[in-house]
């Protein structure tokens, strides 16, 4: 099942940065199709492990070990879940951000431009806000907001006038219509990746995922005991900048402050000075890896 849900990337590095105690207590964000977790299970003796995920899907990869426990909810609850468990810190902490292949690949869940589906894009399916209703209910200033800081969209204003138009003759519920009202928008010789940031920007907003990451990296920075180590992968930019800021300076604007004597005030020791990218032949193998990036830190 794990290999039809998803592949883990980057997945003998991520898993050896946690240098793991096998009788610890760890944690991993984002179970998906539980190929971090099954390896870290293996290093594992009588330690605990508690998978987190928020897409009730991933009930379908729940391995039978009574070490492991399942948590449907959002990460960003990480240690109000973690005390309700029976446990006051964590050892070490995995989060691969981003979606699953699965959620990719599941044309119903409207994550894709690949397929005609509802623009939907929730990876809660419990939640309430839909790509659609951004879509259809934001102002032309909130659309712009969003696809310019959530996707980057070089062109924002021209796309949004072409949705405001067309959702006031009728709303947009569709991949196959959205894509035909941007289509003046999309520059022919980039046209994938266009549409892949037009798309991300829908899912961050649909998901709060950059505010969710953040309440994840602090919420983490509390659970963990000092010399507990923090794996983070992710995929995009504006996901990166905030965990290299938040590792390096405590915060997430990068600043820099020094505590009376001159010292840097920061609560984590990079274990990598250089960011860990996957190899050629992972990227051969699996091309959704490309653009991942594996930054590890350690508790002061």
Sequence with gaps: MESLYHVPVLLEESVSGLNIDP?????DLTFGGGGHSREILRHLGGGCLIGFDQDSDALANVPDDSRFIFVNHNFRYLRNFLRYCGYDNADGILADLGVSSHEFDEAGRGFSF?????????MNRRGRLKATDILNSYSEEDLIRVFREYGEVDNARGLVSLIIKAREERPLGRSEEFLQVIAPRVP??????????????????????????????????????????L?????HSLEDRIVKNFLKSGNFEGKIEKDFYGHVKRNFELVNRKV????????????????????IAEKI
């Excluded at 794996?231 to 995929?235: C, N």
């Design 23 to 27: 009788e610890g207590v760890y944690l």
């Design 114 to 122: 690949r397929f005609d589906a509802e623009l939907d894009m929730r």
């Design 188 to 229: 022919k010789q980039k046209e994938k990746k266009y549409l892949a940031q037009v798309y991300q920007a829908l899912r961050i907003e649909v998901n709060g995922e950059l505010d969710a990451l953040k309440e994840m990296l602090q919420q983490a920075e509390l659970a963990l005991r000092p010399g507990g180590r």
């Design 231 to 235: 794996v983070v992968i992710t995929y």
């Design 276 to 295: 860990i990218v996957p190899s050629d032949e992972e990227i051969e193998r699996n091309p959704r890896a490309r653009s991942a990036k594996l930054r």
